[in-house]
Every structure is written in C-alpha cells, then in structure tokens.
Nanobody, 126 residues
C-alpha cells in the first residue's frame, strides 16, 4: 500500500500551496508521517514529520516558520501547508509512513520510512 501525495503546482516566490497525503485501501491513522522532497541529482531530503501518538511536529531548518505539517485522523490524511515559498523549495514532494520504533533523532532518516508513493511536483519561480 502506498501513500499518494497531491496538491503540487507552480507558484511565484512568496506564494503558498497545501499538499495532501492519503492512502487507499489501508489506514495509517495510528502511525506517524513524514514529508520529503527531491530534486534531480540530489538525495531525497527531510522536510517535516508528525509523530504518533502525541502529534509532535518536526521540521528541517530550511522550512521552519514557513511550513506546517498537520493531520486529520478522521480522513486519514496528512497535510503540508507551505507558505512564503522560495525557489529552493522546488522539487518533487513525497509523503511516507514513519516506521514503528523510530526515535526522534532518526526522524530525518529516509531509511526510517515506508509506503512511499508517487510524489507531487512543486515549482517555485518568478
């Protein structure tokens, strides 16, 4: 079962987008989620994560204060609100499920995530 990211698009610098992450055929409402992004020739990099239980949120330094991760358990959907977008935010954004037992210091490790699906393209340019 894979998660499906959606909501990407093209915006100007300073603009906003809200990404959504959902799964079909399976519920992940009792598991943490994370967002990563990737640009050609670079490794997939951590953007944000929300843990379960507790719902604590964690961000890459580059997006702190601009991005907000949240979830709607009733809809089993995780969101990434992106404000004040910058050209360096351009990339394909992916969501994934945090592997059980992942400690806080490992949340940024792409190897601690499963159920990757197709990402959604975000392009920020003037």
């Amino acid at each position: 079962v894979q998660l499906q990211a959606s909501g990407g698009g093209s915006v100007q610098p300073g603009g906003s987008l809200r990404l959504s992450c959902a799964a079909s055929g399976h519920t992940f409402s009792r598991q943490g989620k994370g967002w990563f992004r990737q640009t050609p020739g670079k490794e997939r990099e951590f953007v944000a994560a929300i843990r379960y239980p507790g719902g604590s949120t964690h961000y890459a330094d580059s997006v702190k204060g601009r991005f907000t991760i949240s979830r709607d358990n009733a809809k089993d959907t995780t969101y990434l609100q992106m404000n004040n977008l910058k050209p360096e935010d351009t990339g394909v954004y992916y969501c994934a499920v945090v592997r059980a037992g992942t400690i806080l210091s490992s949340l940024r490790d792409v190897g601690r995530y499963d159920n990757w699906g197709q990402g959604t393209q975000v392009t920020v340019s003037a």
